[in-house]
């Protein structure tokens, strides 16, 4: 199949989020490039060398996510040796690498270190200088790129190596090209809705929508003859599809809610503040994970107790004792708290029932009241949402970064 696998070998991508290879997914995906199957298999050499047989006869580039100075990595390196009929060899150009690092950070390099420059005879270091390297395999049928489970040096691996092998490998030669419309506050179905005349379409470009995160991505794919006729033909879809999602369309491709908020604030000189309870600290971490964010983010405050959200926001006892902390009374006072403390335009609060216990009669768990304040403006909105602890502080953050959002972008 003209198509990538990526595979990640370790016990924890089993039962947790595999952020590694989904990042390689999207990559690949966004550079127009077919993705058929991610898999995840445990540090098991049968196991492993199972998947990677099958992978070899079925995909055209198998992209393998394991860590070099672990077990995975030691057991991917054996089953790719023994599947490709080689032995294991001393690559040099990878130890001295392997050397470099550990001089880098001004350490000695242990001796069993040097097992880690140990590679399939015939595969092909791929250096970085941000950090641990990966390596190529190219097989009778198959190209093997084997990459670190971090994410340290992942961005530049590929940039650098992956994404300019894959098209070599995966490209035909028409030229597609590929764009992903992010949506937020609008459920898959409604967007399937207002893109019926899209989904199927056959011609000028291909459209699909994908749920990821709560937001619901629209992905176009332009194939033509030429890279300028991809170049129109996806401009042309674009414009018509974004009409369509109007302002539930908040970004493309690699933009993320946080950073398009920012953006926002930033251009328009406003500052924010925000009052956490629910959420942990959540809101705060996505907001500041923004390079650049001192440029509008003031300060934030955890306030879990009703005491804390009396000292530090200075939210009325007779709102706790009549309404609770949850509700949407304790979330404006929250929001307009914060503002006053901060002395900014702009306030976020977030209190709720995250779970799993704590349910209440008529605020059982995933109950969340967000408040927001905007320029002396004060509401407040109730939600209930699904799933785990994690889940719902997830979702509660997505939804006050889209209360801000459309309420920055109304005042314009």
């Known amino acids: 199949m003209i198509a990538a696998l990526v595979l990640t070998v370790g016990a924890a991508p089993l039962v947790g989020a595999d952020r590694a290879g989904g990042r390689v997914a999207v990559a690949l995906i966004a550079a127009g490039l077919p993705v058929a199957s991610r898999q995840a298999v445990d540090e098991d050499e049968a196991a492993v060398e199972a998947a990677l047989r099958h992978a070899l006869d079925a995909y055209a580039l198998v992209v393998v996510l394991a860590g070099a100075g672990g077990a995975a990595g030691e057991i991917v390196r054996r089953a790719l040796a023994r599947l490709s009929g080689t032995r294991l060899v001393l690559n040099e150009r990878l130890l001295t690498a392997?050397?470099?690092?550990?001089?880098?950070?001004?350490?000695?390099?242990?001796r069993r270190a040097e097992?880690?420059?140990?590679?399939?005879?015939?595969?092909?270091?791929?250096?970085?200088?941000?950090?641990?390297?990966?390596?190529?395999?190219?097989?009778?049928?198959?190209?093997?790129?084997?990459?670190?489970?971090?994410?340290?040096?992942?961005?530049?691996?590929?940039?650098?190596?992956?994404?300019?092998?894959?098209?070599?490998?995966?490209?035909?030669?028409?030229?597609?090209?590929?764009?992903?419309?992010?949506?937020?506050?609008?459920?898959?179905?409604?967007?399937?809705?207002?893109?019926?005349?899209?989904?199927?379409?056959?011609?000028?470009?291909?459209?699909?929508?994908?749920?990821?995160?709560?937001?619901?991505w629209v992905r176009i794919r332009a194939r033509e003859a030429t890279p300028t006729l991809a170049r129109e033909t996806l401009a042309r879809a674009d414009a018509e599809i974004a009409l369509q999602l109007g302002a539930d369309c908040y970004g493309r491709d690699a933009d993320t809610l946080e950073g398009v908020v920012g953006a926002l604030l930033r251009d328009r000189g406003l500052t924010l503040a925000i009052a956490e309870s629910c959420t942990g600290g959540l809101l705060g971490h996505r907001i500041t994970n923004v390079p650049g964010s001192s440029a509008y983010f003031e300060q934030g405050v955890l306030v879990y107790s009703n005491r804390a959200k009396q000292a530090l926001l200075g939210v009325p006892e007779s709102v706790l004792r009549a309404h609770g902390a949850v509700s949407a009374q304790c979330a404006e006072a929250m929001?307009?708290?914060?503002?006053?403390?901060?002395?900014?335009?702009?306030?976020?609060?977030?209190?709720?029932?995250?779970?799993?216990?704590?349910?209440l009669p008529g605020k059982p768990v995933g109950t969340v009241f967000v408040g927001l304040s905007v320029a002396g403006e004060t509401r407040a909105r109730r939600f209930r949402f699904a799933g785990d602890r994690e889940s719902v502080k997830w979702q509660s953050t997505q939804v006050a970064l889209d209360l801000l959002r459309r309420a920055v972008l109304e005042r314009a």
């Open 98 to 110: 392997i050397e470099a690092a550990f001089q880098k950070r001004d350490r000695a390099m242990p």
């Open 115 to 216: 097992r880690l420059a140990l590679l399939p005879q015939g595969a092909t270091p791929w250096i970085v200088p941000s950090g641990e390297p990966a390596w190529l395999l190219e097989t009778a049928t198959a190209g093997v790129a084997v990459l670190p489970a971090g994410e340290a040096a992942l961005g530049e691996l590929l940039e650098r190596h992956l994404l300019p092998y894959a098209h070599g490998r995966l490209a035909g030669k028409e030229a597609v090209l590929v764009r992903t419309l992010r949506t937020v506050g609008v459920a898959a179905a409604e967007v399937e809705e207002r893109l019926a005349s899209f989904l199927p379409r056959d011609g000028e470009a291909a459209v699909t929508c994908l749920p990821v995160d709560d937001e619901v």
């Open 335 to 359: 929001a307009r708290g914060i503002c006053a403390a901060a002395g900014t335009p702009c306030g976020l609060a977030i209190t709720g029932i995250a779970g799993p216990d704590g349910g």
